[in-house]
């Protein structure tokens, strides 16, 4: 019997889990990833322990990627995209792969380009252990790559693992079965009325993450001082009949709450205010978890009208209370919107091509309801469908699988 | 190894398990408690199901012995025992359903009902002609106090557009937070809501309920949008229902010696059972015996667990983790091990032994072993924890680079450690990590080896409390901390030389930072000097 191939799209928890899940099974698996660092959006997610595990999942998502990076039978092609996908007897899919610029062997991830880099934002940081390189060149912001100006990363490397004029690959692979595990696309809040994009200390859930991640506690992105008065603004962009997202991303009250009780046990003397319609459950451990933190953070139960920003670089947000139905104003130094997750429109050329179908809501359609498109051997996993926690994210990649066993006749 | 799988259900995730599972031609024992079990007709032949599948109803599980790969199950029906030899075993049990009457002070009557008591009539009443029709007010009350779910909430949602569906009824639903948090849910919310479904949501303050003569109830409350006082008189209350493990899920914990959540589910609250897995290699959870799911959730753990098999039928063997073995020689039969095992690896027989295929590598009990009578089979590895020199080079004198001995658990610290690393964090330059298998294979021995080679100060990074995959880890490292430190401080030797963290894998910027701030405590302290007099 000849091996039989997977293409999985994605990197992110549910892509990596379908292709452990397959390896495991003798399955070989190409993984197709658009971004320079495999993981997809946990891989940045802080871990929320104080001295108890909080049950988030983030160090699941590293084991994954760590087990898969380890797996013979898996390949990940990061700064991948599919150019075009046929079938025949099986798939033939044409990706475009990005230059390597800096060589994954011969990096010793020394940090020095960093360093002396001359553009900010020119080469990035990956966050993982398993991020091989630990660094990857920013294509928008290299000087070199606008008007070869600048080559001093490729200068200084003291391993010569950097090649600015490195070409771009085309990389033909063929597979017996598709799996889309593209996830979601964060909100962007920008037509809310809360200022983001232009008062710097209202940043979104994810980059709450970035910041706990680098920072280990809170800082004003402003100036880098400690965030003393912060609020966290749940439901942007999600059960918003307004804008027609009739759905619950899920995700958002865990993530929250659980990042509250962090900074809580970090910067015991910050003040952290929740503004949310309801609070859903999350985690087994959901009532004595969320019994402590009512103790902690201030919870209030309306959803604020607009953001301003002071002379001074604080927030005023203005809010109806809901006990006396007065208009508030209150400062706060920094406010996270807890933006929903939403259908990843760049896909929608390849959902196209492998003729999946789309729901209302603009999520691909799970193949319950999509039965031919697992006939033709196209399944999908994780949030690509719809929100979905990390652990419902592995389950769903449990199911595909088995699914995909079936189809191939394992 | 006798192919088996045991499968011990009746609804409808046992059904889908069994019907993936005989798909595969593979044996299969069903243990059900129900009268029937009805076996899937497609796509294999009934005949050949039956070929296949052994199925015991009204059959309760008594006991199991054994391991991975040789469990031996006694099942029990109407008082008669048979023993089956199964390699691996699957609870897929259903929930029980409780009542919140006591919750709101009511009392079960015919107008007073629980979520399923409707739910059937509702479903009868499509047959049976129209049972509601003097009802002209249903009230709903769910979640407040007792925090709800989702599975509830899709079930009253479904109800009110039934029993919207056929008369135009006044509905209420008394809420404190109402959990959309799933599939299409949000979207039922607002059909409901069209459907004229009324949603009145408490925050502070509760509803007055009370219970009249005629068994309806009154129900008086301040609406927190309007601020009006509203008064309700239901025809019909329904209470809402909290969902817990069945009593033979609980014995069946029990029985298989299986981790439990905080509400009593047969999976421990831990990460790393995720999906179907629990503490014992060879026995998976799905559905409601794991914890509240929804249907499809439950299909969806079925697929899992029948995944999960076909993983365990190519590859039987375990290999990704080395494994603990017992010296019969030294060994004094006093079972500290068989108590600690996690994992329930431990096999007591004449001898006792290791089930090789349900160990996990922890090291648990070779940490606490009094006779030192078990060690690993790859013998390098307890070499290789159990001389930590931390080999620094002193100036003559004083010394000036506090040497530390970092025991790192290989899941979260190590990989912490190389994160850092990669990062660029700066470490202290007198720092030796020694990875090991879980913070709780870190012995007293290992412990006072570390500083017999010139240790100023040792560490012990654990996982997060909760997030051992060993489960105990965490506290048996703290507990050896505490015991050594005690010493420490009886001959004058500063406790804080010993210390104990917790980590994850991802923590790379804590991991340098915890080192950098025992250092500078080390520093403090200077290098060790015992007291004279002590």
């Known amino acids: ?410 | 190894m006798t192919g088996k799988t045991l499968l011990i259900g009746s609804g409808a995730c046992a059904h889908r398990i069994a019907e993936d599972i005989l798909t595969q031609e593979s044996d299969l024992i069903i243990a059900s408690t129900g009268e029937v079990f009805g076996l899937p007709k497609t796509p294999v032949s009934i005949d050949m199901a039956e070929e296949w599948a052994m199925v015991y109803t009204k059959t309760k599980v008594h006991s199991c012995r054994g391991a991975v790969g040789d469990f031996k199950v006694v099942l029990e029906r109407n008082g008669e025992k048979k023993t089956a030899a199964v390699d691996q075993i699957i609870i897929a049990e259903d929930e029980k359903r409780i009542p919140g009457f006591s919750y709101y002070g009511l009392t079960q009557t015919a107008k007073v009902m629980a979520l399923s008591q409707l739910e059937k009539l509702l479903h009868d009443n499509s047959e049976h002609g129209d049972l509601f029709s003097g009802i002209k007010t249903v009230v709903f009350l769910v979640g407040i106090d007792a925090e709800s779910n989702p599975v509830i909430l899709e079930e009253i949602m479904q109800s009110c557009l039934k029993l919207q569906a056929e008369h135009k009824r006044k509905i209420y639903i008394l809420t404190e937070n109402l959990k959309v948090a799933a599939t299409g849910l949000e979207k039922m919310y607002q059909d409901t809501k069209a459907a004229g479904v009324l949603y009145i949501k408490f925050t502070h303050a509760r509803p007055d309920i009370v219970q009249v003569a005629d068994g309806r109830v009154r129900i008086e409350f301040t609406d927190e949008v309007t601020g009006i006082l509203l008064r309700l008189a239901a025809d019909l209350t329904i209470v809402d229902e909290t969902i817990v493990p069945s009593d033979y899920a609980t014995d069946l914990a029990r029985i298989f010696e299986l981790e439990e959540d905080l509400n009593g589910f047969a999976q421990g609250d831990n990460v790393h059972r995720l999906t179907v897995f629990t503490n014992r290699k060879g026995i998976l959870v799905a559905g409601p015996t794991r914890s509240v799911k929804s249907l499809p959730d439950q299909f969806t753990d079925a697929d899992n667990a029948a995944l999960s098999l076909r993983k365990i039928e190519r590859h039987p063997a375990d290999q990704t983790t080395d494994k603990a073995q017992i010296d019969n020689g030294k060994c004094a039969r006093c079972l500290t091990c068989y108590r600690l095992c996690p994992y329930r690896a431990i096999q007591v027989n004449t001898r006792v032994s290791i089930a090789p295929a349900a160990c996990e590598g922890c090291g648990i009990c070779l940490a606490e072993c009094p006779r030192g009578a078990i060690s690993f089979l790859d013998q390098k590895k307890t070499a290789g924890s159990g001389v930590p020199a931390a080999e620094v080079k002193r100036p003559a004198g004083e010394s000036i680079i506090p040497s530390i001995t970092a025991f790192c658990c290989r899941r979260s610290a190590a990989s912490a450690a190389q994160l850092a690393a990669c990062m660029g964090k700066k470490m202290p330059p007198g720092f030796r990590i020694v990875e090991v298998p879980c913070g709780g294979s870190v012995s007293l021995s290992h412990i006072l080896k570390a500083f017999n080679s010139n240790a100023d100060g040792v560490m012990i990074l654990t996982c997060h409390e909760g997030n051992c995959h060993s489960e105990v880890g965490p506290r048996h490292a703290q507990q050896r901390v505490e015991q050594i430190s005690e010493h420490f401080r009886s001959i004058g030797l500063e406790g804080g030389r010993l210390v104990k963290k917790t980590l994850a894998s991802n923590m790379g910027l804590e991991f340098a930072g915890t080192l950098i701030e025992f250092e500078k405590q080390l520093l403090e302290m200077g290098p060790i000097r015992l007291k004279a007099g002590n």
């Open chain 1, 1 to 410: 019997m000849t091996e039989k191939t997977v293409v999985v799209i994605g990197s992110g928890v549910a892509g990596l889990s379908a292709a452990l899940e397959l390896a495991q099974l003798d399955i070989s698996v190409e993984i197709v990833e658009k971004s320079d660092f495999a993981g997809g959006h946990a891989i940045r997610f802080a871990c929320k322990a104080t001295d108890q595990c909080v049950k988030c999942g983030a160090c699941i998502v590293e084991e994954k990627l760590d087990q898969a990076v380890r797996n013979p039978r898996i390949r990940i092609l990061t700064g991948s995209r599919i150019e075009s996908i046929s079938k025949t007897e099986r798939y033939a899919i044409s990706l475009h792969q990005k230059p390597k610029y800096i060589n994954a062997k011969t990096c010793s991830a020394c940090g020095v380009c960093l360093q002396q880099c001359s553009q900010d934002g020119a080469i990035i940081q990956g966050v993982s252990r398993n991020h091989s390189p630990f660094f990857a060149l920013n294509e928008k912001e290299c000087l070199y790559l606008a008007d070869q100006s600048c080559s001093r990363c490729q200068e200084i490397c003291p391993e010569k693992a950097i090649t600015l004029d490195a070409r771009a690959r085309q990389i033909a692979c063929e597979a017996d079965a598709i799996v889309l595990a593209t996830g979601f696309a964060p909100f962007n809040p920008q037509n809310k009325p809360y200022g983001y994009g232009v008062f710097k200390n209202v940043v979104t859930n994810l980059e709450l993450e970035d910041i706990l991640r680098r920072e280990g506690r809170v800082v004003r992105p402003s100036d880098g001082q400690p965030a003393q008065k912060m609020a966290f603004i749940q439901c942007v962009g999600s059960r918003d009949a307004k804008l027609n997202h009739l759905w619950c991303s899920k995700i958002c009250c865990g993530s929250a709450l659980r990042m509250a009780a962090l900074i809580k046990a970090r910067q015991p003397e910050s003040e952290i205010s929740f503004f949310y319609i309801d609070v859903q459950t999350f985690g087994r451990d959901f009532v004595p978890f969320y019994r402590r933190v009512q103790e902690e953070v201030r919870m209030i139960r309306t959803i604020p009208g607009d953001i301003l920003e002071t002379p001074e670089g604080q927030l005023r947000v203005t809010y109806i209370a809901g006990e006396t139905h007065e208009t508030i104003e209150e400062i706060f130094d920094c406010v996270v919107l807890s933006v929903g997750l939403h259908p990843c429109k760049e896909n929608l050329e390849v959902v196209r091509q492998l003729n999946l179908k789309v729901g209302d809501s603009g999520f691909v359609a799970p193949f319950e309801i999509d039965g031919e498109a697992s006939n033709s051997g196209v399944f999908s996993a994780g949030a690509v469908g719809g929100p979905m926690s990390i652990a419902e994210s592995i389950a769903s990649a449990g199911e595909t699988s088995l699914k995909i066993l079936k189809y191939l006749e394992i």
